[in-house]
């Protein structure tokens, strides 16, 4: 969850770490620092908060240096506080680490540390590894950094420098994401593409259990049984201005108008001139794809949203039955998974502990495990049997926007692969729900360009402390969406329910100050959910209808109606989600919320 950033090459390190910390300080931003190799030794400066601080401190007291490590710190172990900060120092201060991950067993080497004499200063895991490094230095850092892992249960990426060896940095990773940039005379080191993307787009990918030594020429890799071994080149499409703002006031305001080119990429070419899903991600062939018969879906968060969605649309289009686990109790649960079940793992980052875990645990059951995520290259592309990239792009707001709805599109595409091996949907209807898909886009550019209204409507709800959302059938992972876009980015309480479900308990919350936000595009239970609005407005609600246009009986049951473009129901999700993302978002923002970064949340999350 934190950034990291290393530079090795001919440039001021400082200017490059900051650079690359403020691409990433979506991943954290509790606390950031630097440390710097220069002629008299490292150089470390850290602040509390956001990344300005930091910079700041460095423009009144630079520090001099082409190679050194950076980080943005999203706090697991000790409170946000300088002492707590990135980069860590050994007792003699010739070693300096930062850390994304968890160190497990921190506690007991912090004991054994201690009583040979160490002394700790905070209260992180990660201080741990620097004095581990220190007790097995012996003029080779990469050797002592090998070392120092074999001992570490948990999670990690790290980046280390030592006085004595200024020219190199030395990074190692474990179940958390770690890239070398390779540029024209230096490396740039970080936990994520975007960091890079000023310097180049030639990417190495480190594997679990690599050593590397970077200099500004080179990166020399080593397995974790100390063979030298040539990483995966990756080439990069996005490019800087990808994720850079583009001339719009947030990230997040930006990716949710890019929804319409992020569902065409995400499309593209995923029908041949046959009439035939083009799906060959999936590694499996159309016998192997027909003798599915159960799938698994394995998400979190808005992931997991996308994943219930995904399940309408399956076992309506596949007849297979479909389960959807929050990533993080899949595995605890003694999941039912067999050779003839596929499991579907949805991950923005590609890196998400929990997700990754359950990939494993199905494979290990004899499943086939398939991935869904907007990030090449990433872990879950390696430990599934089968990926579909979602093609989005970068995202740098902390809330989802743009993946989410790109996972629904992908998500389709899956469903209908399923329907079509399996034989039970008519070529014809396959045909006709794919020429509705490919206009999704257009439905979407559609709302983005009449949101007036939307903004209208929320600015009479910025002072509101609670809030209700509700859906039947596919409206329901869009209330659940709705509400958590509402909840993540202007710490207004919101809760999702189907709207049969009401009854049965949340209709006690309803009063004047608490308003409804209810899904009510036009499908087969459109009618009960009229029903179900007129029970919260029995009880004084103020309702805030999302409606197909053209459907004027609406007005008659809402204080306001935010308008989508119709759509046959099964695809409904991805216009009814628009109108959500873009209320919440002006809500956060005349309440004067950080929505890019909101309160101590940050966008990957790679440790459990």
């Known amino acids: 969850m934190c950034g990291i950033v290393g530079y090795c090459g001919p440039r001021q390190a400082s200017n490059v770490l900051l650079a690359g910390l403020a691409r990433l300080e979506y991943r954290g931003y509790d606390s950031a620092g630097l440390a710097i190799a220069g002629a008299e030794g490292i150089a470390v400066t850290r602040r509390v908060g956001k990344l300005v601080n930091l910079a700041e401190a460095v423009a009144t007291d630079p520090l001099v240096g082409t190679v050194g490590i950076g980080h943005t710190r999203w706090a697991t172990h000790g409170r946000p506080s ?128 690599d050593v590397a030594v970077v200099s500004a020429v080179a990166a020399v890799v080593r397995d974790a049984n100390g063979e030298v071994r040539e990483p995966e080149h990756l080439a990069i499409e996005w490019d800087l201005d990808a994720a850079e703002k583009g001339g719009y006031e947030t990230f997040m305001l930006k990716e949710i108008h890019e929804q319409p080119k992020a569902l065409r990429e995400t499309l593209r070419g995923r029908m041949g001139a046959d009439g035939i899903i083009q799906l060959s991600e999936l590694a499996m062939s159309e016998a192997e794809i027909a003798a599915i018969d159960r799938v698994f879906i394995v998400a979190c968060g808005t992931s997991y949203h996308a994943g219930i969605v995904a399940k309408t649309l399956i076992e309506q289009w596949a007849r297979v039955p479909v389960e959807v686990d929050v990533s993080s109790e899949f595995r605890y649960r003694d999941p039912i998974v067999d050779a003839e079940t596929l499991v579907v793992a949805i991950t923005q980052s590609g890196e998400t502990a929990d997700t990754l875990a359950g990939v494993r645990e199905a494979r290990s059951r004899g499943a086939k495990a398939f991935a869904i995520t907007n990030v090449v290259g990433s872990r879950v592309t390696r430990e599934s049997d089968g990926v579909i990239y979602t093609h989005a792009g970068p995202e740098i707001g902390v809330a989802a926007t743009k993946t989410f709805t790109a996972q629904i599109a992908a998500l389709t595409v899956l469903a209908l692969k399923l329907a079509q091996a399996k034989g039970t949907l008519e070529q014809s209807r396959v045909e006709r729900i794919w020429q509705e898909v490919t206009r999704l886009p257009e439905a979407v550019e559609a709302i983005l360009g009449s949101a007036d209204d939307i903004e209208a409507c929320a600015r009479e709800y910025t002072g509101v402390v609670s809030s209700l959302f509700l859906g039947r059938g596919i409206g329901v992972p869009v ?92 695809l409904s999700a991805i216009t009814a989600t628009v109108p959500l993302q873009l209320l919440a978002y002006h809500i956060a923002a005349m309440r004067g919320c950080n929505v890019d970064q909101p309160r101590n949340l940050a966008k990957s999350v790679t440790v459990e």
């Open 82 to 209: 300088e002492e707590n900060a990135h980069p860590h120092a050994d007792c003699t201060g010739s070693v300096s680490v930062v850390h994304n991950g968890i160190i497990e067993n921190y506690l007991e080497l912090r004991e054994e540390l201690a009583a040979t004499g160490h002394v700790l200063r905070s209260e992180t895991d990660t201080e741990t590894v620097a004095h581990l490094v220190e007790s097995y230095y012996d003029g080779d850092l990469a050797t002592a950094v090998a070392r120092a892992v074999k001992r570490l249960d948990g999670s990690y990426a790290l980046a280390v420098l030592h006085v004595d060896e200024p020219d190199t940095v030395v990074v190692a990773r474990r179940d958390s994401p770690l890239i070398i940039g390779v540029g024209d005379g230096e490396m740039i080191v970080a936990s994520d593409i975007p960091a890079v993307l000023e310097y180049t787009r030639d990417i190495l990918v480190l594997e679990d259990g």
């Open 479 to 570: 209330a659940m969406e709705g509400a958590l876009k509402l909840k993540e980015i202007s710490y207004i309480h919101a809760e999702a329910y189907p709207a049969g479900e009401m009854k049965h308990g949340p209709i006690a919350l309803i009063t004047p100050e608490v308003p409804v936000v209810v899904v009510a595009t036009q499908g087969h239970t459109y009618e009960k959910v009229v029903s179900n609005i007129q029970e919260v407005r029995a009880r004084g609600a103020r309702v805030i209808a999302v409606a197909t246009h053209g459907d004027n009986e609406i007005r008659a049951h809402a204080e306001h109606v935010l308008y989508v473009p119709a759509t046959s129901e099964s």
